[in-house]
């Protein structure tokens, strides 16, 4: 059976580097791939937008399963095309992804089915957020509706602050994204991410991860889509992934089944550990990215089987095992992302990097050229990774492999995982 992969990024090698290790998957295309990911699979340009163009494909190439890395081909309705065809395809319906595609839609399933998240309220052009935003208390949470790149989000820390938010929504700064308009309350705690795999009814959860959203050392400065994460996540106890399944994820699925929009795929929860319990801050319809990378190199199971299974509906039949040891992953990014950067630049050492089975490095943002080549295309362009019996021996490990990097225009934070690694510290004492 042929696979077929959508998507270009650290998150689409991690999963290519997955179902490589498959004996269900077969031959594996990416479209549209990239340097990294070529080396697994075979590399198209397809438009994911054109669901007969990738229908054709599918048919042609036997393609049995397809998988969606990133979110806006399952807002787009990729899920419903492809499977009205007989192709199963991994992931949401357009419905369920309005988990991740509206954020007023979230809130207030949340509020439908009592899953603890901030409170809110969603306004839009013409309402009076003016007369709510002067009594609320700092910092205050400003969301755009939509699917805004990761740029939507504002903690406010004055009422000037919150209402030039709230304008630029209004004023077009998202697009349609902004037509509407969630504000929150602001969370305190620690963040984490929680995914599970869903087939509509049962969840599989997956090891807890974090990442780091800060483009600096001591989480600071702009937010990224993530400079680094590792998997486990100790601030995720028994307990708490517990509570976490009780109150969100399956409460989540009940309520979604019940609203005719059952959710498959994997759930993606980006919660808030506050000292009341876990929160959700907001749902995504996809794998994290790059915490998908330290998850897949954890994963020692069958991938595919498990994605089937989520199309089918008996995922309840699988099961999965993943490597005791920790993972942690490293993004080198391009000077100056997420602000302006420069491609283009050579990376070179990457094979002597990767030569300790405990190292694999996925690539974000490459290409490769026909000598084998490697050239930086992106702002977040590799992902350096590795196991360890503990998060603190995978850091050293990763850190390691990026000295022999050579890749001048490039950099990295230095301190990937401090607060996982601080928390081993207390253990040992
Ligand atoms: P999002 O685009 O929803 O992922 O939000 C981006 C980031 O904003 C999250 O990862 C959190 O760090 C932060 N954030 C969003 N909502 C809240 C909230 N209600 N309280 C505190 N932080 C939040
Ligand atoms: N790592 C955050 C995200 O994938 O949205």
């Excluded at 991994?90 to 603890?116: H, M, N, R, V």
């Excluded at 089937?308 to 490597?323: E, P, Q, T, Y």
Aim: hydrophobic share 40%.
């Amino acid at each position: 059976m042929g696979v077929l992969l959508i998507g270009a990024g650290g998150r689409e090698h991690a999963l290519a580097y997955a179902l490589s290790r498959s004996q269900m998957a077969g031959d594996i295309y990416c479209t549209p791939g990239n340097g990294g990911i070529a080396e697994y699979a075979k590399c198209i340009d397809l438009d994911a937008s054109d669901h007969q163009e990738l229908i054709k494909f599918c048919w042609e190439n036997n393609v049995g399963l397809v998988v969606v890395g990133p979110e806006q081909p399952l807002v787009e309705g990729i899920v419903e095309s492809l499977e009205a065809e007989g192709i199963k395809t991994f992931g949401p319906t357009k419905k369920a992804a309005q988990l991740e595609a509206s954020k007023s839609f979230t809130k207030e399933f949340c509020t439908k089915y009592k899953i603890p998240t901030a409170s809110y309220q969603v306004f839009a052009k013409g309402d009076d957020f003016e007369g709510y935003l002067k009594d609320c208390a700092l910092p205050v949470v400003i969301k755009a509706d939509g699917l805004a790149a990761g740029k939507g989000v504002t903690i406010a820390q004055s009422h000037e602050e919150a209402l030039d938010a709230v304008r630029a929504c209004f004023d077009g700064r998202f697009g349609s994204a902004g037509g509407k308009v969630v504000i929150e309350d602001c969370l305190v705690g620690e963040e984490a991410s929680f995914f599970a795999i869903c087939d509509g009814e049962y969840a599989m959860e997956l090891p807890t991860a974090q990442d780091h959203k800060r483009a600096f050392e001591g989480d600071e400065g702009p937010n990224t889509g993530g400079m680094g994460a590792y998997s486990p996540a100790p601030v995720m106890t028994d307990v708490l992934r517990k509570q976490v399944m009780d109150e969100i994820i399956m409460p989540t699925l009940k309520g979604m089944k019940a609203d005719g929009a059952p959710y498959k795929g994997v759930l993606y929860a980006g919660l808030m550990i506050t000292d009341k319990g876990p929160q959700l801050i907001e749902y995504n319809v996809r794998f994290g990215d790059p915490e998908c990378q330290v998850l897949m190199a954890r994963l020692r199971s069958d991938i595919a089987p498990v994605l089937m299974a989520s199309s089918d509906g008996m995922l309840d039949r699988m099961v999965h095992r993943f490597d005791d040891r920790a993972a942690i992953t490293v993004v080198m990014a391009a000077k100056g992302y997420p602000g302006n950067y420069e491609s283009g630049s050579e990376i070179k050492g990457l094979e002597e990097a990767a030569s300790d089975p405990d190292i694999m490095i996925f690539h974000a943002g490459t290409r490769r050229d026909e000598e084998g080549r490697i050239f930086a295309t992106g702002g977040r362009v590799l992902n350096i990774t590795a196991l360890g019996k503990t998060v603190g021996e995978a850091r050293d490990k990763a850190y390691a492999a990026i000295d022999k990097i050579d890749w001048p225009e490039g950099f990295y934070r230095k301190d990937i995982g401090w607060r996982a690694i601080e928390r081993e510290k207390g253990m040992d004492k």
